[in-house]
């Protein structure tokens, strides 16, 4: 079974920045997909941005040229680098991780990120 967690959320003004990151608990390499989704209150569950095995990288529209997923190999670890922070980011952000062989999701506890003046 793996394992993810998140950090890094919390509370930012709007403009501001914050960085998450989403520990998996075995190799990143052993995965398909890793990804970031969100949620607000009342509305459903959206992709935010993923990384392939390869390195490729995709982003949902709303986040083009604020966001930035990146990993670090060694380390087990995704994350996703939020600037110029808006109100309507305000979610719960959840780490997603996809196994072809496996035929399996698996999912983060996710974690906070408001954004209020």
């Known amino acids: 079974q793996v394992q993810l967690v998140e950090s890094g959320g919390g509370l930012v003004q709007p403009g501001g920045s914050l960085r998450l990151a989403c520990v998996v608990s075995e190799s990143i390499l052993s995965l398909n997909v890793v990804g970031w989704y969100r949620q607000a209150p009342g509305k459903q569950r959206d992709l935010v941005a993923i990384?392939?095995?390869?390195?490729?990288?995709n982003y949902a529209d709303f986040v083009k040229g604020r966001f930035t997923i990146s990993r670090d190999i060694p380390k087990n670890t995704v994350y996703l680098q939020m600037n110029s922070l808006k109100p309507e980011d305000t979610a719960v952000y959840y780490c997603k991780a996809s196994s072809r062989l496996r035929r399996a999701d698996y999912w983060g506890q996710g974690t906070q990120v408001t954004v209020s003046s």
């Open positions: 990384i392939s095995l390869s390195g490729a990288t």
